[in-house]
């Protein structure tokens, strides 16, 4: 496999990946309203001008989307201690639950959809499990 061919299969199980965490939030939310969700879930405490430093949005976009989502019960906020000002946003429990739930189903379903032929979806799915063996760290323990 050359690299162009592994940047394919990776664009295409990260877009796999993504519609087994955001299929129901595409229907309820925007494009942009999930990209914000996304951001600050990977990176909590953040300020809206953090994440249009990251998502490269307009301001006012992000705002908007902030408070769309805040009234939706999705994102948190609180004033940042070091400056009054600014307000930091951290994804809610309800949010991180349902990311959480969405990202622990199982992904033989997608495959099934994406592959036509069921075989051809079962085996997709045990060599994935075999790469993610292989290239990924050892999930930690489960806490006591």
């Known amino acids: ?9 990776g664009k295409r199980l990260t877009e796999l990946g993504r519609a087994m965490v955001t299929e129901h939030a595409s229907a309820t939310l925007t494009p942009g309203e ?13 300020s809206v001008q953090d994440i249009r430093v990251r998502t490269g949005f307009a301001q006012s976009h992000v705002s908007t ?16 201690p070091a400056d ?3 307000t ?10 349902y990311v959480r739930a ?9 495959l099934a959809a994406a592959l036509p032929d069921p075989a051809q979806a079962r085996r997709a799915a045990e ?6 063996a292989l290239l990924l760290p050892a999930p930690p323990p489960p806490a006591p």
């Open 1 to 9: 496999m050359d690299g162009v061919r592994l940047l394919r299969l």
């Open 34 to 46: 999930i990209a914000v969700v996304s951001d600050v879930y990977q990176h909590p405490g953040s």
């Open 65 to 80: 989307s902030v408070a769309r989502l805040r009234e939706r019960g999705l994102l948190d906020a609180e004033p940042d």
């Open 84 to 86: 009054g000002r600014r």
């Open 88 to 97: 930091l946003l951290s994804v809610s429990a309800t949010a991180r639950d």
């Open 102 to 110: 969405r990202a622990a189903r199982p992904a033989e379903p997608l």
């Open 127 to 132: 060599l994935l499990d075999e790469l993610a």
